[in-house]
C-alpha cells in the first residue's frame, strides 16, 4: 500500500467494517477483459476470510468462476464529502477492503446452507434459515477463500 498512514491493521476495525456493508464487488479476469459484479455477501473469520455470495448457475459470474477461480475483490463505505472552496480542495473520508482470493462452487448442501446463511445474516441480522432441497438445488453458492487482504481509510 503506498499511503501507509491510511492503513488499517487492527483486526477489530476491519472486521466491523465488513460487518456492517453490504455490497462486495468481484473482479474476474476474463481473456483480456475484466468483469466485475456487485454482490451482496455473508462472511466467516478464522484467521482468514472467507465470503459468499449467490446467484443462478447459468451466466457470465457462473461460468468464469468454474473457469477461472483467481479474484480480486472491493467493498467500501463509510463516504463523506468534504468541501472546499475551490475544486481541488474538495476531498472525501472513505474507508475500503480490498484483497485477492480463490472462488470456488459450493456443492455440499450442508455448506450451502452455512453460506446462505451467512448471507442473510450480513442483511437481516438473522442467521437460522431453512431452505428447501429443491431452492438448494437451484441456487449456486459461491465461496471465496481470501489469501490477501488490505484496509484503507480517510
Not at 23 to 44: K, T
Not at 88 to 107: K, R
Request: charged share 30%; aromatic share 12%.
Amino acid at each position: 500500500m503506498r499511503r501507509k498512514d491510511r492503513e488499517i491493521t487492527d483486526k477489530k476495525v476491519i472486521e466491523d467494517f465488513i460487518k456492517k456493508e453490504q455490497i462486495l464487488r468481484i473482479a474476474f479476469y476474463d481473456e483480456g477483459d475484466i468483469y466485475i459484479v456487485p454482490v451482496n455477501y455473508g462472511y466467516s473469520y478464522d484467521e482468514n476470510y472467507t465470503f459468499y455470495f449467490h446467484g443462478a448457475k447459468a451466466g457470465r459470474k457462473y461460468e468464469l468462476a468454474k473457469k477461472m477461480p483467481n479474484v480480486g475483490f472491493e467493498i467500501d463505505g463509510n463516504y463523506s464529502l468534504i468541501e472546499g472552496q475551490e475544486a481541488c480542495d474538495y476531498s472525501a473520508t472513505f474507508q475500503s477492503v480490498t484483497g485477492t482470493g480463490i472462488l470456488s462452487l459450493v456443492e455440499d448442501s450442508a455448506e450451502k446452507i452455512i453460506g446462505l446463511n451467512a448471507i442473510m445474516k450480513q442483511t437481516t441480522s438473522k442467521n437460522d434459515w431453512h431452505y428447501s432441497n429443491e431452492m438448494l438445488e437451484a441456487v449456486a453458492v459461491f465461496k471465496l477463500d481470501v489469501d490477501k487482504l488490505s484496509c484503507k481509510a480517510k
